[in-house]
């Protein structure tokens, strides 16, 4: 297996425009979760689905962040306007509870809002 | 009571020691206690795991000392190497809930 697979590695937008993040989980793996990581706030859980199914989302800063899961092999993060606050390391990551809770990350996108 | 606990911030060892890396939790619901190594440019990866039913798991140079009355679990790293230079976070999970939460990181230099 490729492990959790995120795109693009690397974004560099203006402020004002939409960025879309996309993660693809390992198959089998029946939860999925948004991290954000930045030196200040560390890393953050934005949102989680459960067999793609949105779980819990009180992590999600405001609306203008927005995610999917539309189905077990596919989930989107998207931000609608972007912000030079939103820059920083937003990871994926997937696992396959009940049995073993540990995750699988992916190697994460870095986004720069300019 | 979702809170996990981690010290020290930062940790500079020399080669051939012992790392030391603490973590507290309050919430004694949790059953699963991951932790993770995370180099610069990549995601965090899970390095060894224990449940609160033993003490100590060890893999390797790496173990994992768990006290459950004093709700503290603790990561060794023994004869530490510069290829250890990481940051590793613990963290702590509730049964079936699959969401962990995470300390807040420790970064570990280890000098040749």
């Known amino acids: 297996d490729a492990g959790v697979i995120q795109s693009p590695r690397h974004e560099v937008t203006e402020m004002g425009q939409e960025v879309t993040l996309r993660c693809k989980p390992i198959s089998g793996h029946n939860s999925l979760f948004w991290y954000r990581q930045t030196m200040m706030r560390g890393l953050e859980l934005l949102i989680y689905f459960n067999n793609n199914v949105p779980i819990d989302d009180s992590g999600m800063p405001e609306d203008r962040f927005s995610a999917k899961m539309p189905n077990a092999s596919f989930s989107t993060l998207k931000i609608q306007p972007s912000e030079p606050r939103d820059s920083a390391v937003y990871f994926c990551a997937s696992t396959a509870p009940p049995g073993t809770y540990g995750y699988t990350f992916g190697s994460g996108t870095r986004l720069t809002v300019v | 009571q979702q809170q996990v606990k981690q010290s020290p911030q930062s940790l500079i060892v020399q080669k051939g020691g012992i790392s030391i890396i603490n973590c507290a939790y309050e919430?004694?619901?949790?059953?699963?206690f991951p932790w993770y190594q995370q180099f610069p440019g990549k995601g965090p990866a899970l390095l060894i795991a224990?449940?609160?039913?033993?003490s100590e798991k060890k893999e390797g140079r790496f173990t994992i000392s768990f006290n459950k009355s004093a709700k503290q679990f603790s990561l060794h790293i023994m004869d530490s190497q510069p290829g250890d230079s990481a940051t590793y976070f613990c963290a702590a999970s509730l049964p079936h809930a699959g969401k962990s939460t995470f300390g807040d990181g420790t970064t570990l230099t280890v000098k040749p």
């Open positions: 919430n004694t619901a949790f059953d699963y």
């Open positions: 224990i449940r609160p039913d033993v």
